[in-house]
């Protein structure tokens, strides 16, 4: 099988599998045929190699990595029983030099680029899963856990997570942080999102072995190596947009057991900074999440109209009687019930929930723009990348 490794000859592999506590890796990709370059190396000092894939994340790497290595302690010393590696996916703003502050600073924190990708039709990688497999291959953990570079980890989460999943016999663990926004429209559309995902991904059936349907967030992934290779790794679902719940589709079909939970203890996240990046993100996503967008468009447009035309139909149409006229404000207070306990299952906070319903609109737009773009138009656009979809 074709893989991308970052080796040049022979001498070259013997010096990258020695153990530097920080360092700065530069890998070229080379493209070989051999049937053992994507089994893991067979050396296993560490208990855990935290992965950060990071691409013009300049605004939120440093608060990211002063999380992680701030855990280091004794009895779980950086460096020493666990390691950090930073992965520069081709970045153009000073990502790669504030990974390499902290490596300079910290044993234990390395900085890898990753190899060059290739978006042609003959590429077999989305820029997150190359820098993903890129680190996995080279990572020396019994566990690894990726992380995004937008993420702020809560004091202990790495140490806690390893023992939840040995807990549960988890051989992937994922946790869906706390989400953090600002704007009106971050306020009122992430909402709507998270709570149609908890309705669609409900995790006592992702969790219960018995049900083929199966969940992840790429913002926190624990996964035992041994288990992460035995089922392709990144190098398996290359080219999905949504890898995150590819991969423990991987694992729920090969019966290993993943656990998947809102975990607001453990860390926290700004997946956007600005509305314009909102749309992108959510139009690369959301024809993939949700099984029937447009259905699930359909649906909101009712609420709105519910919402706002049953008080106006009641009050404004001055021919009904009493009892008519109480009958559909009854009918509006169901429709606010409904609307408002399934908007809440996004554990937002109240003042985002309240305002969701103005936020309908700006939904439905993108269901509607990621169908388009996944099903007809068969590309999205990342982080000034196109990336082709196969839906």
């Not at 996916?89 to 060059?116: C, H, K, M, Q, Y």
């Not at 429709?335 to 906070?349: K, Q």
Request: charged residues 20%; aromatic residues 10%; hydrophobic residues 45%.
């Amino acid at each position: 099988m074709l893989t991308s490794i970052a080796t040049s000859n022979q001498q070259h592999q013997h010096q990258t599998s020695e153990y530097c506590p920080h360092r700065t890796l530069h890998l070229p990709i080379i493209r070989v045929v051999t049937p053992d370059a994507e089994q893991p190396s067979e050396q296993a000092e560490l208990e855990l190699s935290v992965i950060v894939p990071a691409r013009n994340e300049e605004a939120s790497l440093a608060a990211c990595v002063a999380s992680i290595v701030s855990q280091s302690e004794t009895g779980f010393e950086l460096g020493r029983h666990w390691e950090l590696i930073v992965v520069n996916d081709d970045s153009r703003d000073r990502t790669r030099a504030i990974a390499e502050e902290f490596a300079s600073r910290n044993v234990g924190v390395i900085v890898f680029d990753a190899p060059l990708l290739d978006l042609s039709s003959r590429g077999g990688f989305t820029g997150k899963n190359n820098a993903c497999w890129t680190a996995a291959q080279a990572a020396r953990g019994k566990w690894l856990l990726f992380t995004d570079a937008d993420t702020v980890h809560d004091p202990n989460d790495l140490s806690r997570s390893m023992r939840e999943a040995e807990r549960h016999h988890a051989l992937l663990l994922s946790y869906s942080p706390r989400q953090l926004v600002s704007g009106f429209w971050q306020r009122a559309v992430m909402p709507l999102v998270y709570s149609e995902l908890a309705s669609v991904y409900q995790m006592k059936q992702v969790n219960d072995p018995e049900y083929r349907i199966a969940a992840a967030n790429g913002q926190f992934l624990l996964v035992e190596k041994e288990a992460y290779f035995d089922v392709g790794g990144h190098r398996a679902v290359g080219n999905e947009v949504l890898e995150d719940v590819a991969l423990a589709q991987n694992f729920k079909r090969n019966r290993k057991t993943i656990r998947f939970r809102y975990a607001p203890e453990a860390l926290s996240t700004r997946m956007y900074r600005t509305t314009a990046a909102m749309i992108e993100g959510w139009t690369k996503n959301l024809a993939v999440l949700f099984p029937r967008p447009i259905y699930l468009a359909a649906w909101r447009v009712l609420d709105l109209l519910l919402y706002f035309g049953l008080p106006a139909l009641a009050l404004g149409t001055p021919w009904l009687v009493g009892w008519q006229r109480a009958a559909l404000l009854l009918l509006w207070a169901r429709t606010l019930w409904r609307f408002y306990a399934r908007v809440a299952r996004s554990n937002f906070p109240a003042t985002d929930v309240a305002i969701s319903v103005l936020g309908i609109p700006l939904f439905v737009y993108l269901l509607i723009r990621s169908t388009i773009h996944h099903r007809f138009r068969h590309s999205v656009e990342w982080k000034g990348r196109s990336y082709r979809t196969g839906r």
